[in-house]
């Protein structure tokens, strides 16, 4: 098994531009979640699903959009960046498995907007 | 509100013993911990549930005070590979998505 995958790895974007990051889970499982990580702090969460066709807000969700049409794929946009968008995202899944579960991470997509 | 990690640092000679403080202003229903190397994703730890328990992972274990609102994350005899930066996770009830708050983090560095 892969575990989580993101794609791309990296990425420079001008102001205004836009992307997708994808990322792709084959564990089954039916939480997916996207985090942004600041240089030196923890992790933000920046939107989640808790089942395909589903999603909702985190913590920071302004000025990004998410969707999950399909159970392993959870998709981040960004439709205008603008340079504090630069971070480190990370997608991170957990399977719906009674009180004792984990979140498993992606190694990330490092993304700079100039 | 984000958990708050103490230490925000520490350096540690191989063998030596370290405490990591995660505190929250709620109460808490659950309390995840990570590791971080530099450059990579987070790994889990453990999880610690409502109910004081403490667990344990080879030398690394954790309790959870739910009084207190508070859990620490014990590292014993310190290893050069358990340099990385640790992170708290907190869940203060069980909701939908299994959503956690995370700490600062504290930076761990074990010398040879």
């Known amino acids: 098994n892969a575990g989580v995958t993101q794609t791309p790895k990296f990425r420079v974007l001008k102001t205004g531009q836009s992307m997708t990051l994808l990322c792709a889970q084959d564990m089954n499982h039916e939480y997916m979640y996207w985090y942004r990580q600041d240089p030196g702090m923890g992790l933000r969460l920046i939107h989640y699903?808790?089942?395909?066709?589903?999603?909702a807000k985190g913590e920071v969700p302004d000025g990004y959009n998410v969707s999950r049409l399909k159970k392993q794929n959870f998709l981040l946009g960004l439709e205008s960046a603008a340079p504090s968008q630069t971070s480190v995202y990370f997608c991170a899944s957990s399977p719906l498995s009674g009180r004792a579960y984990e979140q498993y991470f992606g190694p990330g997509t490092r993304l700079t907007v100039t | 509100q984000q958990p708050v990690q103490s230490p925000q640092a520490v350096i540690l000679r191989e063998g030596e013993d370290a405490v990591i403080n995660c505190s929250s202003s709620k109460a808490l229903y659950s309390v995840h911990w990570y590791r971080q190397k530099h450059g990579e994703a987070p790994v889990f730890l453990m999880i610690l549930l409502k109910g004081g328990e403490q667990k344990g992972h080879d030398k690394i274990s954790a309790s959870f005070n739910e009084k207190k609102q508070q859990s620490s994350l014990y590292l014993t005899a310190s290893q050069l590979s358990y340099s990385g930066t640790y992170f708290c996770g907190t869940e203060v009830a069980p909701n939908a998505g299994n959503m956690l708050t995370f700490g600062g983090g504290t930076r761990l560095m074990v010398k040879p």
């Open positions: 699903s808790v089942g395909e066709g589903t999603t």
